[in-house]
């Protein structure tokens, strides 16, 4: 992939850890040696880091691919590992979080306090008859009683499914079919944007079509009016809160399954992504001590994603919470009441680690370097970004602006699929490129390799595998072994293939580069959208860019851009010649984009992606595809109506 632009992108800056934070870093360089010279034995001393109620009589049972069981023979219990343990070493009045609700009213809670809810619902659930292996749907706001809802099921053996709470009627209800879930856990509603955002409606519309749901269990948040079906409907004050503190946890087999999340793949039918016990916690825990250099005694880690999305499981509450972490927890956007509601947080909780996504760090660029500059955002020393490839003047930015040219930034890669942190810097470690991703975490075997399936050597791209199994992958795809197969260890014989394209550069580092899907061919060349997207965001004047591959009579396929300027900047015809220019300069003439269209708005999913099918669509003049994941469905209309410039030129 990319040949031709391989050796183009050349990116010479370099950032070592600052020194003190490499003395007294968690994981330092050795680990990678030790780690490939045994791997299992690696991961059997991270899973040392849990505790078990029983312990493993083998690290791993790789005898039927690509179904995989870590720990085999282990036993533990997940709620245990995040709650009991640290009240049992009287770490009880440590904060696990600080919870702020958009509308500004906030919430202490300590770990004992968190224990003592976990229980409550871990006995209201039993009483309503939840027993170890059923499945419970969690539709929720970003409100404290969302994790309580997780752990409590993880404490009784019962597999969560959380939908994010964006998610429409119909999407909830296929999903709920999908697990055949015997419960709904629900809020009225939540705060979003500054008003109140109903969920209930949402729940009564699925449920209605969904005859294996026994209970609605509802938390109240918003106070709105909720209509009620008595004898399933159940209001979470009189259910939870009036159950015995009191619960022994149980331990679950180490591939007892812990929880299904959903991920939208090409085709319509969303896949349930299986994550299991102790090989998950094991990662997740591991990885957040490694990477985010957690030292649970003085950071305040923050973690901006949803809970509904892998992210938030992983590092709001099962990573975090194993490591006895202090975390802030925030319901709303970073926009209410105002655009430095995120730098305020920054300051108030004196937030140490901060973890976000590419599409937000564009939008703060765009949104103005002045915002963040009247915050006091000192107290942070570690900076994290995840979901995309991170453009290099994106990683510029949040290193000036919110890092303060002093914080190490951890590109970090994974997916649902892999459940944690796959590759990622090493923050005392790893001298830093803006835009890469760098290594393969110590136990991790990524590697990329050409069509044929042969690893690529240095300065060569393709794509991304992953060669040996890991503790928090994947086990199936929910009740569809073969789709699990085929998605996922069929490209490629006996390799996981994520998906993605990526780059290894002169020094071995790896450079990821988005879906394969997302790959364009232009005259015969690959080109990825990432490279042709983060050349136009290193021009001043750009805030952000989607690149699309359209249909072209002579080249096979045509670049078409769709970007966003910077706050103040002018658009014309003159802007738009300089900006194909300037691409053309930085990646080679063959990456000139055949068009730039200049926009107020780019179409998103819920999670931040570009939805580069419908930006195709407006590309080819098709009409719009479905539009039902976007985040915000009237950005088409605005694309469409908006269109400030769009030059089409041939040269
Ligand atoms: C896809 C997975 C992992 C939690 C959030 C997304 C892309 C993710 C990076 C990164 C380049 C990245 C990949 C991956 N991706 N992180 N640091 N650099 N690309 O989870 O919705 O399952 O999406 O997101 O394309 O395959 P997801």
Not at 216 to 221: M, P, S
Request: hydrophobic share 40%; aromatic share 8%; net charge negative.
């Amino acid at each position: 992939m990319s040949e031709t632009l391989a050796n183009l992108l050349h990116e010479t800056r370099q950032f070592p850890p600052p020194g003190a934070l490499a003395d007294q870093a968690n994981v330092t360089a050795n680990v990678y040696g030790a780690a490939s010279a045994d791997r299992l034995g690696f991961w059997e001393r991270q899973a040392n880091r849990l505790h078990w109620h029983k312990r493993w009589d083998e690290v791993l049972d790789w005898s039927n691919p690509p179904f995989a069981k870590w720990f085999v023979g282990g036993q533990l219990n997940v709620a245990y590992n995040c709650l009991d343990r640290h009240v049992e070493a009287g770490r009880g009045d440590k904060i696990a979080y600080h919870w702020e609700g958009e509308p500004g009213d906030t919430r202490t809670i300590t770990y004992a306090d968190l224990h003592r809810e976990v229980c409550r619902a871990a006995n209201a659930l039993t009483d309503l008859g939840i027993t170890a292996g059923e499945r419970v749907a969690i539709y929720m706001p970003m409100i404290p009683e969302l994790p309580v809802a997780m752990l409590a099921c993880a404490r009784i053996g019962a597999t969560h499914s959380v939908v994010f709470g964006g998610f429409s009627a119909d999407a909830l209800k296929g999903r709920i079919q999908d697990q055949d879930a015997t419960l709904v856990i629900t809020a009225d509603g939540g705060f979003r944007r500054g008003a109140p955002s109903a969920l209930k409606p949402t729940v009564d519309e699925a449920v209605a079509q969904c005859p294996t749901v026994r209970n609605v269990l509802v938390v109240r948040r918003t106070g709105q009016d909720v209509a009620w079906q008595d004898g399933r409907d159940l209001w979470w004050h009189d259910t939870v809160d009036p159950a015995s503190a009191e619960h022994t946890a149980q331990p679950f087999d180490s591939e007892h399954p812990l929880y299904i999340l959903y991920t939208s793949g090409t085709t319509a039918k969303p896949k349930g992504i299986l994550h299991t016990t102790g090989g998950y916690l094991t990662q997740v825990a591991w990885t957040h001590h490694a990477v985010f250099d957690l030292k649970p005694d003085t950071d305040i880690f923050w973690c901006t994603a949803d809970i509904g999305w892998v992210t938030g499981h992983s590092y709001i509450v099962y990573g975090p919470l194993a490591n006895g972490a202090t975390q802030v927890m925030y319901e709303g956007t970073p926009d209410t009441p105002h655009r430095g509601r995120f730098w305020e947080l920054v300051e108030k909780y004196r937030i140490t680690i901060l973890y976000t996504a590419p599409t937000a760090i564009r939008t703060f660029a765009k949104w103005g370097d002045d915002i963040p500059a009247q915050f006091d955002l000192s107290s942070l020393r570690l900076l994290g970004s995840v979901g995309e490839p991170i453009n290099p003047e994106a990683w510029m930015w949040y290193r000036e602006h919110i890092g303060g040219d002093r914080c190490p930034i951890v590109d970090t890669w994974w997916q649902t699929e892999t459940g944690a942190i796959m590759i990622s810097p090493l923050p005392g470690v790893t001298i830093c490129k803006p835009g890469s991703a760098m290594r393969p975490l110590p136990g991790i075997t990524a590697d990329i390799v050409d069509d044929t399936g042969t690893s690529v050597p240095n300065g060569g791209g393709g794509y991304l595998v992953i060669r040996d199994p890991w503790p928090a992958m994947l086990r199936t795809i929910w009740g569809d072994d073969q789709r699990y197969v085929d998605t996922y260890w069929s490209r490629f014989d006996g390799l996981y293939f994520p998906g993605d394209g990526a780059k290894r550069d002169a020094d071995g580092d790896l450079w990821l580069l988005g879906r394969v899907d997302d790959v364009m061919l232009v005259s015969g060349h690959n080109i990825s959208t990432t490279e042709v997207e983060s050349a136009l965001v290193s021009h001043p004047k750009v805030a952000e860019s989607a690149v699309v591959g359209a249909t072209d009579p002579t080249t096979g396929q045509a670049i078409v851009a769709f970007v966003i300027l910077r706050g103040a900047a002018e658009g014309d015809e003159a802007l738009v010649q300089e900006l194909r220019d300037h691409v053309a300069k930085t990646l080679g003439p063959i990456a000139k984009p055949r068009q730039i269209m200049l926009v107020p708005e780019l179409p998103k999913t819920r999670s931040g992606k570009i939805m580069r099918r419908l930006l195709r669509d407006v590309a080819e003049n098709r009409s719009m595809g479905d539009v039902t994941t976007l985040q915000d469905s009237s950005v088409m209309d605005l694309i469409s109506a908006g269109l400030k410039v769009g030059a089409s030129t041939e040269d």
